[in-house]
T-cell receptor, first 110, second 117 residues
Framework: KQEVTQIPAALSVPEGENLVLNCSFT??????LQWFRQDPGKGLTSLLL?????REQTSGRLNASLDKSSGRSTLYIAASQPGDSATYLC?????????FGKGTRLHILP | EAGVTQFPSHSVIEKGQTVTLRCDPI?????LYWYRRVMGKEIKFLLH????????ESGMPNNRFLAERTGGTYSTLKVQPAELEDSGVYFC???????????????FGSGTQLSVL
């Protein structure tokens, strides 16, 4: 049974710092992995989608990596800004279902 | 292009009442998914429609939950009768091809915050 774990559960960093969010999954047989952000009271916004054959994807200040064999993904945020404060969710698609982690609550300190 | 829309955005009901949540997927998306996030826990899959057919409803918690997608367009999720533990955020998502297809992304709605008192 696929399980997705995100560490840390919460993170506070000063504005301007680079940071890494971690996601691990137990079954490497995945189709893709997706990172989302959720803002308080709002829905989910897709940030990056990495196919199982890919190693990383980049969008602006965001870079997501995927190491399928070790069951790990990271989301790197460069030069963090207060607007980056949100909950970040990692989701694994095993071809049948999308399984989400519990998320990392990120707070960027002005 | 309109995104996935959900109604209502918030619903507060009393235990025992009935609530119906609605999801309008992106036009042309055959695949529609319902997810639920209970406070403090991870988002969990409820069910998956392909057009009007239920492809997978293994995540539905019990028979108080009924999902429909008549005509393969919008979907409704009815909870009857609602219980306290049903409180949470209900998300709907859609995709053109089935999740797992190459380059396929899920597009999520803003969710419905359900509070059962």
């Amino acid at each position: 049974k696929q399980e997705v774990t995100q560490i840390p559960a919460a993170l506070s960093v000063p504005e301007g710092e680079n940071l890494v969010l971690n996601c691990s999954f137990t079954d490497s047989a995945i189709y893709n992995l997706q990172w989302f952000r959720q803002d308080p009271g709002k829905g989910l916004t897709s940030l990056l989608l990495i196919q199982s054959s890919q190693r990383e994807q980049t969008s602006g200040r965001l870079n997501a990596s995927l190491d399928k064999s070790s069951g790990r993904s990271t989301l790197y945020i460069a030069a963090s800004q207060p607007g980056d404060s949100a909950t970040y969710l990692c989701a694994v698609d095993d071809g049948d279902k999308i399984i989400f982690g519990k998320g990392t609550r990120l707070h960027i300190l002005p | 292009e309109a995104g996935v829309t959900q109604f209502p955005s918030h619903s507060v009901i009393e235990k025992g009442q009935t609530v119906t949540l609605r999801c309008d997927p992106i036009s042309g998306h055959d695949n529609l998914y319902w997810y639920r996030r209970v406070m403090g826990k991870e988002i969990k899959f409820l069910l998956h429609f392909v057009k009007e057919s239920k492809q997978d409803e293994s995540g539905m918690p019990n028979n108080r939950f009924l999902a429909e997608r008549t005509g393969g367009t919008y979907s409704t999720l009815k909870v009857q009768p609602a219980e306290l533990e049903d409180s949470g955020v209900y998300f709907c998502a859609s995709s053109q091809d089935e999740a797992g297809a190459t380059n396929e992304k899920l597009f999520f709605g803003s969710g419905t915050q359900l509070s059962v008192l």
